[in-house]
T-cell receptor, first 112, second 114 residues
Framework: GENVEQHPSTLSVQEGDSAVIKCTYS??????FPWYKQELGKRPQLIIDIRSNVGEKKDQRIAVTLNKTAKHFSLHITETQPEDSAVYFCAAGGSGYSTLTFGKGTMLLVSP | EPEVTQTPSHQVTQMGQEVILRCVPI?????FYWYRQILGQKVEFLVSFYNNEISEKSEIFDDQFSVERPDGSNFTLKIRSTKLEDSAMYFCASSEQGAENEQFFGPGTRLTVL
């Protein structure tokens, strides 16, 4: 089955800095890669996703890049703000399977 | 904006008891999922459901677990004989289509097994 590794487990940045979270996956058949943000005690919420026919996608301060050859994808947050503080999960899925396999999460702390 | 809802928000039960967790997916969605998240850990897939049957399930989803769509709106997860290690947050999710489509998560049910 699919295995998703996520790094780092915690990331502390100053407000205004950029943050990068990286994930690797094992199943070359996976073709859908969402990123979820989970605030403490809340539900995971999709912030951005990318499909395998695209190498990069951007939405305001958030971008995701995908390297299918290397089987890794990354989340980039620019101009971080304290409200970006949360746990971020990457996931991999698709290719006819409805399963999403999640990474272990990255706790992002943005200090004012 | 439509949301997935779940009840109860918190369930406390004794080991060995049966529990039923309830979910109301978004109305035009066709795919339904259950995930669990042990405190401080990652979200783990349990089962997916489409066209009134299980389409995929994980190793966690053993014979103690079952799912049902008893009517046109509810989607339930039953745990027949709860164990201490079943204590976790259980999230229901739904999506309009299957693979490669956004899954919308409910607020979760925190299950505590004593």
């Amino acid at each position: 089955g699919e295995n998703v590794e996520q790094h780092p487990s915690t990331l502390s940045v100053q407000e205004g800095d950029s943050a990068v979270i990286k994930c690797t996956y094992s199943d070359s058949a996976s073709n859908y890669f969402p990123w979820y943000k989970q605030e403490l005690g809340k539900r995971p919420q999709l912030i951005i996703d990318i499909r395998s026919n695209v190498g990069e996608k951007k939405d305001q301060r958030i971008a995701v890049t995908l390297n299918k050859t290397a089987k890794h994808f990354s989340l980039h947050i620019t101009e971080t703000q304290p409200e970006d503080s949360a746990v971020y999960f990457c996931a991999a899925g698709g290719s006819g399977y409805s399963t999403l396999t999640f990474g272990k999460g990255t706790m992002l702390l943005v200090s004012p | 904006e439509p949301e997935v809802t779940q009840t109860p928000s918190h369930q406390v039960t004794q080991m060995g008891q049966e529990v039923i967790l309830r979910c109301v997916p978004i109305s035009n969605h066709l795919y339904f999922y259950w995930y669990r998240q042990i405190l401080g850990q990652k979200v783990e897939f349990l089962v997916s459901f489409y066209n009134n049957e299980i389409s995929e399930k994980s190793e966690i989803f053993d014979d103690q677990f079952s799912v049902e769509r008893p009517d046109g709106s509810n989607f339930t997860l039953k745990i027949r004989s709860t164990k201490l290690e079943d204590s976790a947050m259980y999230f229901c999710a739904s999506s309009e289509q299957g693979a490669e489509n956004e899954q919308f998560f409910g607020p979760g049910t925190r299950l505590t097994v004593l």
